[in-house]
């Protein structure tokens, strides 16, 4: 089970950090995803963390976003600094079927139930 925390109300510019813990160990050779939906919106691929913690991200947040993930504690992070309205979504974070990290959400197979971000202008 994917358990993700971290969310919340925050002004523009800035800071929260999720976190997306992996409660049963089932995914640490998998690799991790995040990815966001705002109302009536597409979810979208937000950042992604291969089991060698090869990081890749979408160009909308590169530079203000740092995924991580530590094995012993079964955590992923997502980092993210200097927010803006933009930002504000659904965020969930959900285990690839691979190693190795995609941008697409058919890769991922199992979701978590998410959290809310709110960034206020």
């Known amino acids: 089970q994917l358990v993700e925390s971290g969310g919340g109300l925050v002004q523009a510019g800035g800071s929260l950090r999720l976190s997306c813990a992996d409660s049963?160990?089932?995914?640490?050779?998998?690799?991790m995803g995040w990815f966001r939906q705002a109302p009536g919106m597409e979810r979208e691929f937000v950042a992604a963390?291969?089991?060698?913690?090869?990081?890749t991200y979408a160009d909308s947040v590169k530079g203000r976003f740092t995924i991580s993930r530590d094995l012993a504690k079964n955590t992923v992070y997502l980092q993210m600094n200097n927010l803006r309205p933009e930002d504000t979504a659904f965020y969930l974070c959900a285990a690839d079927r691979s190693p190795y990290a995609h941008t697409t959400r058919g890769a991922y197979t199992y979701w978590g139930q998410g959290t809310e971000v709110t960034v206020s202008s």
């Open positions: 963390i291969s089991w060698r913690t090869d990081s």
């Open positions: 049963r160990r089932l995914f640490s050779n998998n690799a």
